[in-house]
């Protein structure tokens, strides 16, 4: 059973994380930042973390972590989820999954 599109399909918004990873940090702060309330799995806090840090590989995911996943679409890592943020174009993907309703920009 491929255990990453499982857990991808409970939430609009998923993170593949590592609790000592700082750019995971970043990219979690980033997304609830918006107002969005993401499923969240520290890989290595989970006894079948290395199992997923395997098929986010497979995936595509170099490095494996942070894992963003948008409406079950894999966003990408920190850098391709910042790029988004910067072309403005991350909050209209959250508001199209319905993570996050309003946003009003400061």
């Not at 993401?38 to 972590?65: F, H, K």
């Not at 963003?68 to 890592?77: A, M, N, P, S």
């Amino acid at each position: 059973m491929d255990t990453v599109a499982s857990l991808v399909g409970e939430r609009p918004v998923v993170i593949f994380s590592k609790s000592s990873c700082c750019m995971s940090h970043t990219i979690k702060t980033l997304i609830t930042g918006f107002g969005a309330n993401p499923a969240v799995y520290e890989l290595d806090q989970m006894s079948n973390g290395q199992q997923i840090e395997g098929e986010l590989l497979q995936r595509g995911c170099q490095p494996s972590v942070p894992a963003v996943f948008i409406g079950q679409q894999l966003i990408g890592g920190a850098n391709e989820t910042m790029s988004l943020h910067l072309r403005n174009e991350l909050v209209p993907l959250l508001m199209n999954v319905k993570a996050i309703w309003l946003w009003k920009k400061k």
